[in-house]
């Protein structure tokens, strides 16, 4: 099994930045790829962005695509997404996920592991 704790969300006004963390612990060997999701209330949960730990291949969703940066640490089984130029609509639980394949995948199914989720407000 693989666990996976997001930290690092929080308020943040119109146009500010925020990171968020995820660590990973238990069987990290066996992911390939992982992905942060968001999901605001009545809304589906969305993919924000993905990184595959093989070849550090990237992907980004069509809301943030110019606006953050995610990064991984494989020594800290640690996983970041840097976001800037914040907007309300970004308000959102943001969600860690993992997956045993290698590639990136922008559906929520297709991921193995979840974390809890981080609340970001973004305030106007």
């Known amino acids: 099994q693989v666990q996976l704790v997001e930290s690092g969300g929080g308020l943040v006004q119109t146009g500010g930045s925020l990171g968020l963390s995820c660590a990973a612990s238990?069987?990290?060997?066996?992911?390939?790829?992982m992905a942060w999701f968001r999901q605001a209330p009545g809304k589906e949960r969305e993919f924000v962005a993905g990184?595959?730990?093989?070849?550090?291949?990237?992907s980004y969703g069509d809301s943030v695509k110019g606006r953050s940066a995610i990064s991984g640490d494989k020594a800290k089984n640690t996983f970041y997404l840097q976001m800037n130029s914040l907007k309300p609509e970004d308000t959102a639980v943001y969600y860690c996920?993992?997956?045993?394949?290698?590639?990136?995948?922008?559906?929520?199914?297709?991921?193995?592991?979840w974390g809890q989720g981080t609340q970001v407000t973004v305030s106007s």
């Open positions: 996920a993992a997956r045993r394949s290698v590639l990136i995948a922008s559906v929520p199914l297709e991921y193995d592991y």
């Open positions: 238990g069987r990290t060997a066996s992911i390939y790829a």
């Open positions: 990184f595959a730990w093989s070849d550090g291949t990237i």
